[in-house]
T-cell receptor
Framework: AQTVTQSQPEMSVQEAETVTLSCTYDTSENNYYLFWYKQPPSRQMILVIRQEAYKQQNATENRFSVNFQKAAKSFSLKISDSQLGDTAMYFCAFMKRLQGAQKLVFGQGTRLTINP | DAGITQSPRHKVTETGTPVTLRCHQTENHRYMYWYRQDPGHGLRLIHYSYGVKDTDKGEVSDGYSVSRSKTEDFLLTLESATSSQTSVYFC???????????FGNGTRLTVT
């Protein structure tokens, strides 16, 4: 069974610092997709970044980047030059194949606070 | 933002009553999902749909049923609400098999 583990329930950094959120997953599949979603206090789920397992290059989106280590089944999110608006819950997710569809399996989340 | 509307946004109901949550999309996406979010569990899949009248169970489907009679609408029904179903419910859509899921704004359901 696919599982996703986020070992850091909470993190807190100062504004402008760089922070890394950890995520590990377990799968026997070879081709799959990984995602990071952000959930601010508004409760909205926002896609931050996506990584395809067959791509060796790590995905980047502006200040957000990932460190994808396929052999280690690790998928960490790095936020550079953190901003107050980055305060949110962050969820790592693995896309699993289902009958007729795909589904996201989520980790438990990391609550990130950016302090002024 | 993807055109996804969940209704109601908040609901309080009593134990034993039936409850229906609605998800409406304007994107004409094939895939629709219902998740619930609880502290310490992240989001867990309740049911999903891969086409009109094509639905299947997720990992926490007990006590829930769904229906999809039109591409744009996906209904989640709690047959007889229990306190353990107090949660935030999210609808999500995706265009094709491995495209990212886009989420609605959630419904906070409280069962007293």
């Amino acid at each position: 069974a696919q599982t996703v583990t986020q070992s850091q329930p909470e993190m807190s950094v100062q504004e402008a610092e760089t922070v890394t959120l950890s995520c590990t997953y377990d799968t026997s599949e070879n081709n799959y997709y990984l995602f990071w979603y952000k959930q601010p206090p508004s409760r909205q789920m926002i896609l931050v970044i996506r990584q395809e397992a067959y791509k060796q290059q790590n995905a980047t989106e502006n200040r957000f980047s990932v460190n994808f280590q396929k052999a280690a089944k690790s998928f960490s999110l790095k936020i550079s030059d953190s901003q107050l608006g980055d305060t949110a819950m962050y969820f790592c997710a693995f896309m699993k194949r289902l009958q007729g569809a795909q589904k996201l399996v989520f980790g438990q989340g990391t609550r990130l606070t950016i302090n002024p | 933002d993807a055109g996804i509307t969940q209704s109601p946004r908040h609901k309080v109901t009593e134990t034993g009553t039936p409850v229906t949550l609605r998800c409406h999309q304007t994107e004409n996406h094939r895939y629709m999902y219902w998740y619930r979010q609880d502290p310490g569990h992240g989001l867990r899949l309740i049911h999903y749909s891969y086409g009109v009248k094509d639905t299947d169970k997720g990992e926490v489907s007990d006590g829930y049923s769904v229906s999809r009679s039109k591409t744009e609408d996906f209904l989640l029904t709690l047959e007889s609400a229990t306190s353990s179903q107090t949660s935030v419910y999210f609808c999500a859509i995706s265009e094709w098999g491995r495209s990212p899921l886009h989420f609605g704004n959630g419904t906070r359901l409280t069962v007293t």
